[in-house]
């Protein structure tokens, strides 16, 4: 209280100005004179007196100075004082503060947003409770599209019992449902899980209440807790929705609660639900097949256990399991189980592309630091003559240190507050961008954290510009006040410091040019790929018929003929070619795959069968969807449920089990574990065809193995129409997203998009980050370039007499603007030779995210050497025009 | 003045506070009269010393000042012991006290064991 009080009179003694002043001087005058008044009266002469009082005073001067420091906050004064300072001489020369703040704002700007993705994505604590103690299971074979297989039932309850390590196990199985609306159907996107998953993943309602242990099983009412994301989008954060039915298919659930925003992990879903919901996974196959794996398993570490431990007894039950069910783990597969802190999982796609980002966006900063320091140097140089007049005033170097660093500071903080400005425009593109990577997008936040790295950065910045600038030893102020200033040449060091900024700008700038012509080798490489289909004029139409909440296999025939009618409605549409109907659209990946088996054909120990996609398709869907017939004939209309079982299998898998023969009439069947789980058959079909490579897996995956089956003789789980049209299939999309709504109402509304689109989708992530570093690398290439531009226009104003000296003896224009381009020619190489290096040492470490490009891609490098060359030299040219420019003349009776 | 001793700031303000418990409103002139003699003029204070040290007091809330005529007709600033002040004045001195006794307890002579 006291202390406050007494901090508040000081504040308010910062602003007591003249008054209090006065006031102090009338005071000690009063003492002065009732103490002169009093020596008078003990017999002294007045002016003896007078003398005495002064001389027991102590000083006036010093008291009033005592009393003024009692008054404010000298410190805050003088900090002030030193504020002035540096704001008046900033102002002398404003196009340097403006160069300054701008490129520090860029370099600060750009630190600032990335590591605002990189904290909200990574670094940041998870929203779950004790959210570090989770941990996330992976069941992986090897294979393609085969990272992840995820657990069977009985599997889960095998770690349950096995591996004390993890307290509890939540089970989740993604799933989707058509939710019915006023507004038509939606597709949702579900997790269906077990009543201990939220209290296991730490999560709570914001609304109503999570599912409960007494949700499992068969008999309860089938519920549901809407995530913070859907809530908002689809009921637009209604509270009334808690307590609603919501229809789904046959069933209906009700919506007991709103979970707390959470990163939706590992599938982006809209509602959990509990199992009842699903006829299937509370059916026997579900929940007694070892092989029938359709469930993601989340486990908390038991208090004081590890991950060590935890991956420990999971690899150990594992390895028992293996030995207990050997048909469920075929040796050629080579399962394994990984035990993964959740918070690394969710970070896994992004981590890489975000260092990255990190890395170059420092880069920029290192590059916008080194300019800043060459200018302060420059402008050092040409303040010594003032620096060195404070120092006769009275200055001590660690004075002049504080002068420096305040003005420096007062650059880094305005260059910080305009880099967080840009920092907060940017963030929105990377929050768009980030969704690609991580399910923690919408977590980045400018927040204090964020804010609190940009202002570290800045002050870093600041100290670092105040130590390079040269300040004589303390006791040589002499010297340096002797010399008056006189030598503006700049010392040795100073150059030599300011050269080897630039040599270290243009290095750096040449390694993020690199990265970004690598990724955007990898763009261009990637949209090149050909995807084995006619992208432009062909559309692409989902359909769901099948009512995945029922296991209602009479109504397939109902539902082919609702294929067949659509199928007719489209193709009557004026400018369609072709229609065909498949079970899975081109480009997306097929949600079953089974191992291959060849009559007569038996393979090597160890060696695993192809594992093959299966994908069912109409006689029209192949040339509908652009896919040649290299052999054999296409499906045929007699390729019907009573006749011969026959297929169609792609380039890759025909090389693969019929090298140098002719697959036509030869027999195959699947022979997988889970085929009983399905309702496709193991039976023998007769291959009639073989068919193009399509790019279904990735444009950067190897073609997969694939076995087109007759539409109409096998289930149909999944369905489309492909709808082959001129060029003006774009224009169709409309019309034909009518139709479905029109025809099929149960159908969740999806976009309907040519095999183009889906391609370009497929490659935006790439893009962006190509654009995101490529942006970097020209804002490096910039800065660098006034970099050069720079130090060189500096050398030269300096050397302006020598120059003239030379122009007089006879040098003429172009050689001296041979000399200058020479200087800054030497600078651009050692810098490129540098960066070219770095660059090559550190590409590997951006392996993981080409395609289509080695790491040490020469024509890229070459490419890169030339741009920063060209632009270096460009930046060279403007200085040496200058110099060719000088008029011996005028230089030299100006010196 | 080898034989004067310089005040501390803390036992200063006691001092002051003490003083103007005694005597009333009064100017720094005679604050620092009576603070010498009392001090048998043992003490000896400057303006340097005793102004900040004052309006330290005056920023605490301890004393107010207040610009009057002086005796012989100057205008001079008055301070005064404000409640706060006495209330601080008490607990210093208790304070004073306790020390005082404490340490007198350890430098007193060393008694004989038995």
């Not at chain 1, 497929?762 to 660098?784: D, Q, T």
């Amino acid at each position: 209280m006291r202390h406050l009080r007494a901090l508040l009179a000081r504040i308010a003694g910062l602003f007591a100005g003249r008054r209090a002043d006065d006031d102090l001087r009338d005071e000690l005058e009063a003492h002065l004179e009732m103490e002169t008044a009093e020596y008078v009266r003990r017999g002294m002469t007045p002016a003896d007196a007078r003398r005495q009082a002064l001389l027991s005073s102590g000083g006036l001067t010093q008291a009033a100075e005592a009393v003024r420091d009692q008054r404010g906050l000298p410190w805050l004064e003088s900090v002030a004082a030193d504020l002035r300072y540096a704001l008046r001489s900033l102002r002398r020369s404003p196009g340097f503060a403006v160069v300054v703040v701008l490129t520090l704002g860029l370099g600060i700007g750009a630190n600032t947003a990335i590591f605002s993705v990189v904290r909200g994505v990574l670094l940041k604590p998870l929203p779950h409770r004790d959210g570090d103690r989770l941990v996330y299971l992976r069941h992986s074979v090897d294979g393609p599209g085969r990272g992840n297989i995820e657990f069977s039932v009985p599997e889960v309850g095998d770690f349950r019992t096995g591996a004390p390590a993890l307290a509890d196990m939540a089970e989740y199985s993604p799933f989707f449902f058509t939710l019915q609306g006023d507004e038509g159907a939606i597709r949702i996107d579900v997790g269906l899980v077990t009543g201990n998953y939220f209290a296991i993943m730490g999560l709570a309602p914001v609304l109503g209440r999570v599912t409960q242990p007494g949700d499992d099983g068969t008999g309860v009412p089938a519920v549901m807790v809407l995530t913070h994301e859907f809530w908002l989008r689809r009921f637009g954060g209604d509270s009334a929705v808690v307590g609603r039915q919501l229809r789904m298919g046959s069933k209906s659930a009700t919506v007991i609660g709103i979970l707390q925003p959470a990163p939706s992990f590992p599938d982006k879903v809209d509602a959990f639900l509990n199992m009842v919901i699903s006829d299937h996974h509370l059916g026997a196959l579900m929940v007694t097949d070892r092989s029938h794996r359709m469930t993601e398993v989340v486990a908390r570490l038991g208090p004081g256990a590890t991950v060590a431990q935890a991956r420990t007894e999971v690899a150990a039950v594992f390895a028992r399991m293996q030995t207990q069910h050997p048909e469920a783990y075929p040796a050629t597969d080579h399962h394994r189980v990984a035990v993964l802190p959740f918070k690394e999982v969710l970070g896994e796609r992004a981590r890489t592309t975000l260092w990255l980002l990190m890395a170059a966006a420092a880069f920029v900063l290192v590059i916008s630091a080194a300019n800043v320091a060459n200018l302060t140097l420059m402008r050092g140089v040409r303040r010594e003559h003032e620096l060195v007049v404070r120092a006769a005033l009275g200055a001590g170097v660690a004075r002049l240190r504080r002068l420096l660093l305040t003005e420096n500071l007062l650059l880094a903080l305005m260059g910080a507050a305009l880099g967080v400005l840009i920092a907060l425009f940017g963030v929105g593109l990377l929050v768009a961008f980030a969704e690609r990577y991580s399910p923690r997008a919408n977590e980045i936040r400018l927040d204090a954290w964020v804010l609190g790295f940009a202002l570290a950065l800045s002050v870093m910045v600041a100290l670092l510009l105040s130590f390079v600038a040269a300040l004589p030893r303390e006791g040589t102020f002499a010297s340096w006040i002797a010399a008056g200033g006189q030598r503006v040449s700049g010392n040795f060091r100073g150059q030599l410091l300011q050269r080897g900024l630039v040599v270290a700008q243009v290095a750096v700038s040449v390694v993020l040019l690199a990265g970004a012509g690598l990724l955007t080798r990898t763009m261009m490489q990637l949209s090149e790929v050909e995807t084995g289909l006619v992208t432009e004029d062909v559309l692409t139409v989902p359909v769901s018929l099948f009512d995945p909440t029922r296991l209602d296999f009479a109504a397939d025939g109902a539902n082919k003929q609702a294929y067949e009618s659509l199928r007719r409605e489209m193709l009557a549409l004026p400018g369609v070619v072709e229609v065909g109907v498949g079970s899975t659209m081109p480009l997306r990946t097929s949600f079953l795959a089974f191992d291959v088996a060849v009559e007569g054909k038996a393979f090597a120990p160890g060696e695993a069968p192809p594992h093959a996609d299966v994908r069912t398709a109409s006689p029209e869907f192949l040339r509908a969807a652009g896919i040649p017939l290299v052999r054999g004939r296409d499906f045929s209309a007699t390729d019907a449920p009573g006749g011969g079982r026959v297929a169609i299998i792609n380039q890759t898998l025909a090389d693969r089990l019929f090298k140098g023969e002719d697959p036509i009439g030869k027999q195959l069947a699947f022979r997988s574990e889970i085929l009983r789980l399905t309702p496709i058959s193991g039976d023998w079909r007769t291959i009639v065809g073989v068919a193009g490579n399509t790019q279904d897996g990735g444009l950067d995956a190897q073609p997969r193995a694939v076995v087109y089956l007759p539409f109409a003789q096998e289930f149909t789980i999944f369905g489309g129409l492909v709808v082959r049209a001129g060029s003006d299939a774009p224009d169709l999309a409309g019309t034909i997203a009518r139709i479905v709504r029109r025809m099929a109402p149960q159908s969740p509304a999806e976009p309907v998009q040519t095999v183009a689109q889906i391609k370009d989708e497929s490659v935006a992530p790439r893009r962006l980050n190509a654009a995101l570093i490529s942006s970097f690398g020209l804002l490096a290439v910039i800065i660098a370039a006034v970099g050069i531009a720079g130090v060189l226009a500096f050398s030269v104003s300096a050397r302006t007499v020598e120059i003239g000296i030379r122009m007089s003896l006879g040098a003429s224009g172009g050689q001296v603007l041979r000399m200058v381009l020479g200087e800054g020619g030497v600078l651009l190489a050692i810098g490129l030779a540098l960066g070219v290096g770095g660059a090559y040492l550190g590409a590997g470490v951006m392996r993981g995210l080409l395609f289509g490009v080695a790491p040490h891609d020469p024509a890229t490098f070459i490419a890169v050497a030339a741009t920063m060359a060209g632009i270096g030299t460009l930046a060279c040219w403007i200085p040496a025009l200058r110099a060719a420019r000088i008029d011996p003349a005028i230089t030299m009776r100006a010196a | 003045m080898a034989d004067k001793l310089d005040v501390k700031q803390g036992t200063l303000a006691l001092m002051i506070l003490r003083t103007l418990e005694v005597l009333g409103p009064l100017h720094g002139y005679g604050v620092a009269r009576r603070i010498e003699e009392t001090s048998s003029n043992r003490l000896k204070l400057n303006y340097g010393t005793l102004y900040p040290a004052l309006l330290k007091l005056e920023q605490e809330g301890f004393v107010t000042g207040e610009w009057r005529q002086s005796e012989n007709n100057r205008r001079a600033k008055y301070y005064a012991l404000t409640a706060a002040g006495r209330r601080q004045l008490a607990r210093e001195a208790r304070e004073w006290h306790q020390t005082a006794d404490l340490i007198a307890a350890f430098l007193a002579p060393r008694r004989e064991a038995t």
